[in-house]
């Protein structure tokens, strides 16, 4: 790699991160942490507005910018493959926004490479989520990321059905399914439902705080404890 391109993808990496350390730098770059620190110091004595210092992180400063990336032929089609397969397991405001950003990616491109992302080789026969799934998948995920409280009318796998008011937390992609994690306000804990099973979804107005115990984090933990303890 060259030391301009080498130094290119240090800021990237920074700018894509709230703090970043020279030993994640030097793994994900295949370095020296030696050559991160002597990196990072030319980027500083070429004015990159870079904040930190060694054994703490570095983030670059407030306002600071580069220009549009510019991408190479197989990091383009990487991108548009990725999109196209993508599409198929979103939610319609997702999907549609991928889209756009791709967009906004090839119109950086120079136009023969842009007219070569066109042709992948590469293709995606439609076998991606029911029009139902899709659009519980994009209400649960706005529900989650407002804290909207959801009821739900679920059908398990022994076609048991039942009501529940939910306090959805994360959507969980198992390969060709999805399942939602949340707080039952009826059984007092976590549970997980497959988003297929899901029979009628309603959003409420009655919003939901952050409470000890009941977040994706303590979720998480419980899951942690448990896999540890197999």
């Known amino acids: ?40 110091a030319q980027l500083q004595a070429q004015g990159v507005p870079i904040e930190g210092e060694a054994g703490v992180g570095y983030r670059l400063g407030r306002g600071f910018d580069l220009p549009p990336l510019m991408f190479t032929l197989e990091e383009a089609r990487a991108l548009a493959t990725a999109v196209q397969l993508a599409q198929q397991w979103l939610d319609p405001e997702l999907a549609a926004s991928s889209e756009a950003a791709l967009s906004r990616v ?27 799934v899709r659009s519980s998948m994009q209400l649960l995920r706005q529900a989650s990321q407002t804290k909207h409280k959801v009821r739900v009318e679920y059908r398990d796998a022994a076609e048991t059905r039942s009501e529940r008011v939910l306090r959805p937390l994360a959507l969980f992609y198992w390969g060709k399914v999805w ?33 000890e115990g009941k977040s994706l984090d303590d979720f998480m933990a419980l899951e942690e404890c448990a896999a540890g303890s197999r």
């Open 1 to 40: 790699m060259r030391p301009a391109d080498r130094l290119f993808q240090i800021v990237q990496l920074i700018r894509g991160r709230r703090l970043t350390t020279a030993r994640w730098l030097a793994e994900r770059l295949e370095l020296s942490e030696r050559t991160i620190y002597r990196d990072i």
């Open 106 to 132: 090839r119109s950086v491109l120079p136009v023969d490479v842009r007219e070569r992302t066109r042709t992948l080789h590469v293709v995606f026969p439609p076998s991606g989520l029911s029009d139902s």
């Open 179 to 211: 399942t939602l994690t949340a707080w039952c306000e009826g059984r007092q804990a976590f549970r997980n439902f497959r988003l297929d099973r899901i029979e009628t979804l309603k959003s409420l107005d009655e919003r939901f705080e952050h409470e």
